[in-house]
């Protein structure tokens, strides 16, 4: 198999019939070498239907779905991992990312190029809250974190069986996957596009979820944040000082002592310092205590390339 495309699909089910639309004239050069991989990540409505009834249309699609839902990254690793081509690109179902750069990304690789990635030179259909929140965070990551990760990316890239292999190695369970092929090194290029707005359905990042992921990413891949409450511990002590020594001159020049305001300030700068710091180093063993536990990432519940109805998927 020459190409793989890997699409994880949560609650997509008004948009799989335009989505293998238009991957099928994406492929349709390697067709005879190609094929889809769409996995549904525990999809509660009919995407899994819409997936079966797809395969009528489009030959080279498998289907595989996931026992619950594990979010994007993991249902991901699942497509990765089924994934037979010795060129592998993925992007989301929602087709932001167009499919029809592939020819573009295809002739990169050709030039000797290991990972070819999209660069988001537009964001279109998106609030300015939401621009502002994705450029403040590849900036604040890249400053926090040990990897330098290409800026205004996402997961929708090409790459080949050697880089795919080497990321596929990592056994970590807390997944950010475009910092994983960064981490990975090899030759890799940009290729800038206008993402397009969703056609249909609806975010599966809301602010929460977000919130979670830029957390994943940062502990991921730098202990910064370790070093940085470290840092807030020593700065504490410093201002602690500095009020004790405010404390002792009012109580020798003026014989009187602070009022509830200082109290009530300093009480509350050092309860939040303790509560930043432990925090902190919460998200740090709670990853620790996820790893230790080696679950599996995830099961397959179906695999439409398989005669048995119930596989197990698990990373070395």
Same mark, same amino acid.
Request: overall charge positive; glycine content about 6%; charged content about 25%.
């Given at each position: 198999? !020459?190409?793989?495309? %890997?699409?994880?699909?949560?609650?997509?089910?008004?948009?799989? %019939?335009?989505?293998?639309?238009?991957?099928?004239?994406?492929?349709?050069?390697?067709?005879?070498?190609? $094929?889809?991989?769409?996995?549904?990540?525990?999809?509660?409505?009919?995407?899994?239907?819409?997936?079966?009834? *797809?395969?009528?249309?489009?030959?080279?699609?498998?289907?595989?779905?996931?026992?619950?839902?594990?979010?994007?990254?993991?249902?991901?690793?699942?497509?990765?991992?089924?994934?037979?081509?010795?060129?592998?690109?993925?992007?989301?179902?929602?087709?932001?990312?167009?499919?029809?750069?592939?020819?573009?990304?295809?002739?990169?690789?050709?030039?000797?190029?290991?990972?070819?990635?999209?660069?988001?030179?537009?964001?279109?259909? $998106?609030?300015?809250?939401?621009?502002?929140?994705? !450029?403040?965070?590849?900036?604040?990551?890249?400053?926090?974190?040990?990897?330098?990760?290409?800026?205004? +990316?996402?997961?929708?890239?090409?790459?080949?069986?050697?880089?795919?292999?080497?990321?596929?190695?990592? @056994?970590?369970?807390?997944?950010?996957?475009?910092?994983?092929?960064?981490?990975?090194?090899?030759?890799?290029?940009?290729?800038?596009?206008?993402?397009?707005?969703?056609?249909?359905?609806? +975010?599966? !990042?809301?602010?929460?979820?977000?919130?979670?992921?830029?957390?994943?990413?940062?502990?991921?891949?730098? +202990?910064?944040?370790?070093?940085?409450?470290?840092?807030?511990?020593?700065?504490?002590?410093?201002?602690?000082?500095?009020?004790? %020594?405010?404390?002792?001159?009012?109580?020798?020049?003026?014989?009187?002592?602070?009022?509830? *305001?200082?109290?009530?300030?300093?009480?509350?700068?050092?309860?939040?310092?303790?509560?930043?710091?432990?925090?902190?180093?919460?998200?740090?063993?709670?990853?620790?205590?996820?790893?230790?536990?080696?679950? @599996?990432? !995830?099961?397959?519940?179906?695999? +439409?390339?398989?005669?048995?109805?119930?596989?197990?998927?698990?990373?070395?």
């Amino acid at each position: 198999m !020459y190409l793989s495309v %890997v699409v994880p699909c949560m609650n997509e089910e008004d948009g799989i %019939v335009d989505l293998v639309k238009r991957l099928s004239k994406a492929i349709d050069p390697w067709k005879h070498q190609a $094929e889809i991989v769409l996995v549904d990540d525990g999809s509660t409505d009919g995407t899994w239907k819409a997936i079966q009834a *797809a395969r009528a249309t489009c030959p080279q699609l498998v289907g595989i779905r996931l026992s619950a839902n594990r979010g994007h990254q993991v249902a991901l690793t699942a497509g990765l991992e089924a994934a037979r081509g010795e060129r592998i690109m993925m992007l989301d179902a929602d087709l932001q990312d167009p499919p029809e750069l592939l020819a573009d990304m295809m002739f990169m690789m050709d030039r000797g190029f290991d990972v070819v990635y999209g660069r988001r030179a537009e964001r279109k259909g $998106e609030t300015l809250f939401k621009r502002a929140t994705a !450029y403040a965070f590849y900036r604040v990551l890249n400053a926090m974190s040990d990897t330098q990760i290409p800026q205004d +990316t996402g997961d929708f890239r090409l790459v080949n069986r050697k880089t795919l292999d080497a990321v596929l190695a990592m @056994p970590e369970k807390s997944r950010f996957i475009r910092g994983m092929f960064a981490w990975a090194g090899f030759r890799q290029v940009g290729i800038e596009y206008i993402r397009e707005p969703r056609q249909t359905g609806e +975010t599966k !990042y809301p602010l929460k979820k977000m919130i979670r992921f830029s957390i994943d990413a940062m502990t991921a891949f730098s +202990t910064k944040p370790l070093r940085l409450a470290t840092r807030l511990a020593f700065i504490s002590l410093a201002i602690a000082g500095l009020m004790a %020594v405010h404390v002792f001159q009012s109580l020798i020049l003026y014989q009187t002592v602070a009022g509830w *305001a200082s109290v009530v300030l300093a009480i509350s700068f050092f309860s939040g310092v303790q509560l930043l710091t432990l925090g902190i180093l919460g998200e740090y063993v709670g990853r620790l205590y996820i790893e230790a536990k080696d679950r @599996p990432l !995830y099961f397959v519940s179906e695999d +439409t390339r398989e005669a048995t109805p119930t596989a197990v998927r698990k990373l070395a």
